[in-house]
Each structure stands twice: as structure tokens, then as C-alpha cells.
């Protein structure tokens, strides 16, 4: 079974610049979430999907960061304009729905670098 | 709000040590929780799930306990070796949400 795909797997950009990252989740998996870590720190949900909809999204820095799930498969997770301290390793995972047994995979990230 | 506290944050043992991460939570309603491991520049990788309704997974060197009432985990690993060496992370989901997590514990095996 394929696992959780990212891409690109580094970027580095200006601040003020834009920047986007793509996952593709496991075959199947209804739930999709993208977590942001700062190094030093444990992963941070960013924004949580069930299928195309939005379950969760209330640490989503909404001045600048965006996200979608078109058809409910692959995500695009979008910064404009990126910060200085938006440099992390952003993180996608899935799972097969939201749930008591439902055990979250993830992806290798995007690490970005803001300067 | 739930927070996760990982105790030590580095550790450096000698190969061959059996050594214990510690981690707690301070909401006791949780339904998983989950012990990762992260190496340098890589994603996350599961190493063991424990229910709210159990008491602790085994995998191979490996043994995860949880005391839920207590808001409590511990990660035994044992005869440790210098593959071992990597950052571990504990985390915990309440009603399927997304998962909340420690820094973590920086774990270094010498040889």
C-alpha cells in the first residue's frame, strides 16, 4: 500500500513570496490533516478535512494560509504571503475517517525555509 | 485544552541500556495515544497505538504503557542500540480529533 505522498520536499522563498505544497493521502482515507512543526516542537494541527469539508480549521492563520480538498482526495496547503516564522517542516497525514480506531499515517513534509 | 509534556527532553545512554521516555497529558478523556518516532529531516513513524481501553502495546523491544486516570505513558525501550537514536514523540486524540502532541524526547545511543 502506498503511503502518504508530499511535494515538493524542501522550498525556500523570500518572505512576502508565496508558496504551496500538494499531499495526496492514502487510497481510501476520507480524513486529511496538514500539521505544522517548528523545530524544537511537536507537530501542530493546521487544519483537519472529512472527505472535501472542513472539520477543523481554528489554528489556521486565515490572513495567509489557505487549504483545499478538491474531490475530496488530494490537499493543497497555500501561504501568500509567507513570514519569517512560517519556516517549518509542514506535515500531512491521513486516516481512514475520524475516529476511536483510526490511526493517522503520515507523509515525509515539506520543509520550508523562509528568509 | 489538553497538553502534552514529554519528560526527559534529551537523553544520551550507552548502547545496550534499557531506558524509559516519559510522557503525560492533563486531559484524562482521551481515546489513542500514540508513540512516534522522528529521524533528522524525515517524516513521523508510528511505533505503537494504545485505546483508552487498554493498559500497554508490545513490539519487539518496545512496550508502551498507559495509565489514563493518572494522565500518564511510558515508552520502554529495551537493549537499546545506536539505531535507536532519533527524536520520540507522544501524542493523544480526544473523539477522533487531530492529534496534540509533546516536543518530544531526543534519544542518543553510543556505541
Known amino acids: 500500500e502506498a503511503g502518504v505522498a508530499q511535494s515538493p520536499r524542501y522550498k525556500i522563498i523570500e518572505k512576502r513570496q508565496s508558496v504551496a505544497f500538494w499531499c495526496n493521502p492514502i487510497?481510501?482515507?476520507?480524513?486529511l490533516y496538514w500539521y505544522q512543526q517548528i523545530l524544537g516542537q511537536g507537530p501542530k494541527l493546521l487544519i483537519q478535512?472529512?472527505?472535501?469539508?472542513?472539520?477543523?480549521d481554528s489554528q489556521l492563520p486565515k490572513d495567509r494560509f489557505s487549504a483545499e480538498r478538491l474531490k475530496g482526495v488530494d490537499s493543497t496547503l497555500k501561504i501568500q504571503p509567507a513570514k519569517l516564522e512560517d519556516s517549518a517542516v509542514y506535515l500531512c497525514?491521513?486516516?481512514?475517517?475520524?475516529?476511536?480506531?483510526?490511526?493517522?499515517?503520515f507523509g515525509p513534509g515539506t520543509r520550508l525555509t523562509v528568509t | 485544552k489538553q497538553e502534552v509534556t514529554q519528560i526527559p527532553a534529551a537523553l544520551s545512554v550507552p548502547e545496550g541500556e534499557n531506558l524509559v521516555l516519559n510522557c503525560s497529558f492533563t486531559d484524562s478523556a482521551i481515546y489513542n495515544l500514540q508513540w512516534f518516532r522522528q529521524d533528522p529531516g524525515k517524516g513521523l513513524t508510528s511505533l505503537l497505538l494504545i485505546q483508552s481501553s487498554q493498559r500497554e502495546q508490545t513490539s519487539g523491544r518496545l512496550n508502551a504503557s498507559l495509565d489514563k486516570s493518572s494522565g500518564r505513558s511510558t515508552l520502554y525501550i529495551a537493549a537499546s542500540q545506536p539505531g535507536d537514536s532519533a527524536t520520540y514523540l507522544c501524542?493523544?486524540?480526544?473523539?477522533?480529533?487531530?492529534?496534540?502532541f509533546g516536543k518530544g524526547t531526543t534519544l542518543s545511543v553510543s556505541s
Open positions: 487510497s481510501g482515507h476520507a480524513t
Open positions: 497525514a491521513s486516516s481512514f475517517s475520524h475516529g476511536v480506531l483510526y490511526e493517522q499515517y
Open positions: 501524542a493523544v486524540d480526544q473523539a477522533g480529533t487531530a492529534l496534540i
Open positions: 478535512f472529512q472527505n472535501n469539508g472542513v472539520v477543523d
